[in-house]
Nanobody, 113 residues
Framework: QVQLVESGGGLVPAGGSLRLSCAFSGSMFDFRPMAWFRQAPGKQRELVANITIDSSTNYPDSLKGRFIISRDNAKNMVYLQMNSLKPEDTAVYYC???????WGQGTQVTVSS
């Protein structure tokens, strides 16, 4: 069974940075497009970043330039570098296997004003 475990969240002041990690367990990681989503209380789940099997990336315009998604196929890992964080970025962040449609339990990111 595919498993994804997110980590790296925490409490950070506005303007700070965090690097989130997603550890993938299963087969054929190299063939799976991956993504990061986030969900704030009372809000819908929101796409943060996509990364293809060729490491091509895509971001919402509102996040482009602040967030960077990457993957390391040798380690079955996906990362999200988050810079210039704002209080509006506060949410639980989830890593998703786009091929299998699965995601993990998430990691909490809280940005103080």
């Amino acid at each position: 069974q595919v498993q994804l475990v997110e980590s790296g969240g925490g409490l950070v002041p506005a303007g700070g940075s965090l690097r989130l990690s997603c550890a993938f367990s299963g087969s054929m990681f190299d063939f799976r497009p991956m993504a990061w989503f986030r969900q704030a209380p009372g809000k819908q789940r929101e796409l943060v970043a996509n990364i293809t099997i060729d490491s091509s990336t895509n971001y919402p315009d509102s996040l482009k330039g602040r967030f960077i998604i990457s993957r390391d196929n040798a380690k079955n890992m996906v990362y999200l570098q988050m810079n210039s964080l704002k209080p509006e970025d506060t949410a639980v962040y989830y890593c998703e296997d786009r091929w299998g449609g699965m995601w993990g339990q998430g990691t909490q990111v809280t940005v103080s004003s």
